[in-house]
């Protein structure tokens, strides 16, 4: 066997070996995000919602772990929920956001969204604003984000909410 031959074989037998790990049910594998468009609110009161669908088609789990953009303050990862008095709040996901393997993670008003904190002034309808997103394990994602009128983020809703 040359050299070149026994390396190849060797390769071979490391793929099968990886593959193999891939298998777990834990969450091992990796994953391979579908980032979705994504549309932003025009600000309204100093912040304004962005929505969007992230779809997670590998087999290993993955987090949304920060969003960032040139054109706010911050962005924050927010979830709206429901409290004991029956009132809806929005609350920090500081942890993140889990994007587990097989499942589509949806940011919606009335949900989980992102939340931008003081755009800037030139963030305005039918304009358009570059926002990163960082995750646990895949490459970031940066996405040009046009500006929309609330009710039409309001029209993807959850059901029900
Ligand atoms: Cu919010």
Excluded: K, W, Y
């Amino acid at each position: 066997m040359s050299r070149a031959r026994r390396l190849r074989a060797a390769a071979a037998a490391a793929a099968v070996l990886l593959l193999g790990g891939c298998a777990g049910p834990s969450g091992t594998g990796t994953p391979d995000l579908r980032v979705g468009t994504a549309r932003a609110s025009v600000p309204a009161a100093g912040v304004s919602q962005l929505v969007l669908t992230i779809e997670n088609v590998g087999d290993g789990d993955d987090r949304l772990v920060a969003a960032t953009t040139e054109r706010a303050l911050a962005v924050e990862l927010h979830e709206t929920v429901v409290d004991d008095e029956g009132r809806a709040v929005m609350t920090l996901r500081d942890d993140g956001v889990p994007l587990p393997a097989g499942t589509t993670v949806r940011f919606r008003p009335g949900g989980l969204h992102l939340m931008l904190v003081v755009p800037d002034a030139d963030v305005v309808r039918g304009g358009t604003l570059p926002v990163t997103l960082a995750f646990d394990r895949s490459p970031a994602v940066t996405l040009e984000v046009a500006v929309v009128p609330t009710v039409e983020l309001l029209e993807d809703a959850p059901a029900g909410s």
